[in-house]
Nanobody, 122 residues
Framework: VQLQASGGGLVQAGGSLRLSCAVS????????MGWFRQAPGKERAFVAG????????DYADSVKGRFTISRDNAKNMAYLQMNSLKPEDTAVYFC????????????????WGQGTQVTVSS
């Protein structure tokens, strides 16, 4: 399965962005979808995850109440709506797919997109 993330950019603090993840090669319905981010000099960190059907979601504490993960299995797409952005949200954001139960562990995700840069200015 191939993933391609898009939608990053430069935004002022308090602004919003919507990231998209296009999945090809297999039906997205076979996978848990996750978003991770990596800031300069830091390890890749879990941001949000969504179960196969979309009935269950999970968020890192740092983004709860501000970010929303969603999926459209018919379109083979996953999304991350990011509101009230903060400078500390600046990072490269990656979407990933896992053929397993919903998890925050990056090692459980089998396929990764190329990443999209999000920069939040203060």
């Amino acid at each position: 399965v191939q993933l391609q993330a898009s939608g990053g950019g430069l935004v002022q603090a308090g602004g919003s962005l919507r990231l998209s993840c296009a999945v090809s090669g297999r039906s997205i319905g076979n996978y848990v979808m996750g978003w991770f981010r990596q800031a300069p000099g830091k390890e890749r960190a879990f941001v949000a995850g969504i179960s196969w059907t979309g009935s269950t979601t999970d968020y890192a504490d740092s983004v709860k109440g501000r970010f929303t993960i969603s999926r459209d299995n018919a379109k083979n797409m996953a999304y991350l709506q990011m509101n009230s952005l903060k400078p500390e949200d600046t990072a490269v954001y990656f979407c990933a797919a896992a053929a397993t139960m919903l998890t925050e562990k990056a090692a459980r995700y089998d396929s990764w997109g190329q990443g999209t840069q999000v920069t939040v200015s203060s």
